[in-house]
């Protein structure tokens, strides 16, 4: 009788969950990261704007 020589089945089984498990990573990642509500560059302020300026203008100092 002729045997062949292949990977047992629970070998193969964690070859197939690993992967299966590294794909669920990458997809989890590339959607959280594309689809991302936060978008920090869209809330940054570079500093007091015109309303600031004028509120705490010094009066002395624009007389002249």
């Not at 020589?5 to 997809?27: C, D």
């Not at 991302?36 to 705490?56: I, Q, V």
């Amino acid at each position: 009788m002729a045997t062949t020589t292949s990977l047992p089945a629970p070998a193969a089984s964690r070859g197939l969950a690993r992967i299966a498990v590294e794909l669920r990573a990458f997809w989890r990642q590339f959607f959280t990261r594309a689809f991302n509500p936060y978008r920090p560059e869209l809330h940054y302020m570079r500093g007091p704007g015109p309303a600031w300026r004028a509120k705490h203008a010094n009066p002395l100092a624009r007389s002249s």
